[in-house]
């Protein structure tokens, strides 16, 4: 029973529920829903380490700053690369989060999300980290459940219920029963990769060099997973590899298709695999409900459609893919009695400081 202090202390609070992504970082306070969504890049300069911007800004000047400026992305592959520079970054966007809100109290209760994947290790970085940015207390939720919480799939129901998480350093595949997780399988490849992929491609057919940012805008553009209704194409600038000098080439998404082919039968596959271990009777269920995309780069074109063909269930992306991880992590501090029990691994706090 909490005594009238921590009631009172929790009346006031300010909860927060964090997707830490790679590519994005999206921030959920209770009672308002998503307040911040920004680019997990930081500006730094090279020789104090102190950062010059954080978010979108600092993403502006990715691949353009110059030599006294550093960019850094502090997430890779869904888990923690630069422990510091993350925390700096909790921090900025904690205290944006305040600025949108009336409650007094600086410390928030914050849940964030992580891959199902990490280790114990990777988890404390994530704990530290928050609490190091200012958090009252820090608690974790595996990306795939706040994923499903999110897109508002019956997690504590008998029924099965399945969710792809595709992000932009990891890909979660996840299948719920009975408020717990059945089976999962957690890859390092999504839309980072794609990314990549894109770029080898220009490289090795076009003989163009063009860096990630102009790969994730053709992605986003053009890409597919799926023959579309009507093909696209873009202009693609960058430096020729032969003579050294600018030059543009025309791509098509038939192109760009084949080029992130790989990466997307990497996903397919691993959710074929998650299907084969999956119980009869979830199958069954999972045929009548089908299977929920989720996370930004789960909003690829054609990708729905593609895994429909592919294991013969319906797949349809969740309404607001991008923001179903954290919106899940804010929900669980809004039914925070009936869905605690879904938080794993190491938590820190007091409710009194």
Same mark, same amino acid.
């Given at each position: 029973?909490? $005594? ?156 099965? $219920? ?98 992130? $082919? ?92």
């Amino acid at each position: 029973m909490p $005594s009238p202090i921590d009631a009172l202390f929790g009346l006031f609070s300010l909860d927060i529920g964090i997707d830490l992504g790679t590519a994005y970082t999206l921030v959920a306070v209770r009672g308002k829903g998503i307040v911040l969504n920004e680019p997990s890049f930081v500006a730094l300069d090279r020789k104090t380490r102190q950062p010059i911007e954080v978010g979108a800004r600092a993403k502006e000047m990715w691949s353009k700053n110059p030599r006294d400026i550093l960019i850094v992305r502090p997430m890779r592959d869904g888990v923690i690369s630069e422990y510091e520079v993350t925390a700096r970054m909790l921090e900025y966007l904690i205290r944006k989060a305040h600025e949108q809100s009336w409650v007094p109290i600086p410390r928030p209760r914050v849940v964030v999300g992580i891959p199902s994947g990490v280790t114990e290790v990777e988890k404390r970085a994530v704990i530290d980290a928050t609490m190091e940015a200012g958090a009252r207390e820090a608690h974790l939720i595996e990306e795939p459940v706040a994923a499903a919480i999110g897109a508002g799939l019956p997690v504590l129901e008998t029924r099965g $219920s399945m969710v792809v998480d595709v992000g932009g350093g990891t890909t979660e595949v996840a299948l719920f029963s009975l408020g717990g997780i059945v089976l999962s399988r957690s890859i390092r490849v999504a839309g980072d990769e794609m990314d990549e992929d894109i770029v080898q491609y220009m490289r090795n057919k076009h003989n163009l060099l063009i860096g990630e940012p102009t790969a994730e805008r053709v992605k986003i553009e053009i890409g597919s997973a799926y023959p579309l209704p009507q093909e696209r194409t873009m202009i693609v600038k960058g430096r020729n590899l032969t003579t050294g000098l600018p030059d543009s080439v025309e791509v098509s998404s038939i192109e760009i298709r084949e080029a992130i $082919s790989g990466s997307v039968a990497i996903i397919i596959d691993t959710l074929k695999e998650a299907l084969d271990d999956t119980p009869p009777e979830l199958v069954a269920d999972l045929m009548e409900s089908g299977i929920t995309i989720a996370g930004g780069t789960g909003q690829l074109r054609g990708f729905a459609e593609r895994i429909t063909q592919e294991v013969n269930i319906r797949a349809y992306v969740a309404e607001d893919a991008m923001t179903c991880v954290a919106r899940g992590a804010g929900r669980v501090l809004e039914d925070y009695n009936n869905l605690r029990r879904l938080l794993v691994g190491p938590e820190r706090g007091s409710t009194r400081h």
